[in-house]
């Protein structure tokens, strides 16, 4: 069974960055063969979770939704199962708890990857606090 485990979240000053990690395993050569998407997701107190970027397997796509363009960074070691976000500018307003999950689901609209109902498989999250 496919597990993802996030790790690098921490706290920092506004204008600070973090690099999150998301280390993913349990894939089958099937899952290799057909692709995946990893995306990023972000939980606020009180908030629904909603997507931050996505990256495909298949071809090194990347999306970004919401405050994460121009800020955030994805990319992937594929080789390494690894995908990774690179988070810059920080604001208060990007505290929450950061999730990556996967889905094998291949969509024409790419913003359906920015939906958290379309992915099978969820890490634990990694918690992000921006404040002063």
């Known amino acids: 069974e496919v597990q993802l485990v996030e790790s690098g979240g921490g706290s920092v000053q506004p204008g600070g960055s973090l690099r999150l990690s998301c280390a993913a395993s349990g894939f089958s050569p099937d899952d290799y063969s057909l692709g995946y998407v990893i995306g990023w997701f972000r939980q606020a107190p009180g908030k629904e979770r909603e997507g931050i970027s996505a990256i495909s397997s298949r071809d090194g796509s990347t999306w970004f939704w919401n405050s994460a363009k121009d800020r955030f960074t994805i990319s992937m070691k594929s080789d390494e199962d690894m995908v990774y976000l690179q988070m810059n500018s920080l604001t208060p307003e990007d505290t929450g708890l950061y999730y990556c999950?996967?889905?094998?689901?291949?969509?024409?609209?790419?913003?359906?990857?920015?939906?958290?109902?379309?992915?099978?498989?969820w890490g634990q999250g990694t918690q992000v606090t921006v404040s002063s």
């Open positions: 999950a996967a889905t094998h689901k291949v969509f024409l609209n790419e913003n359906f990857y920015a939906s958290a109902r379309d992915y099978e498989y």
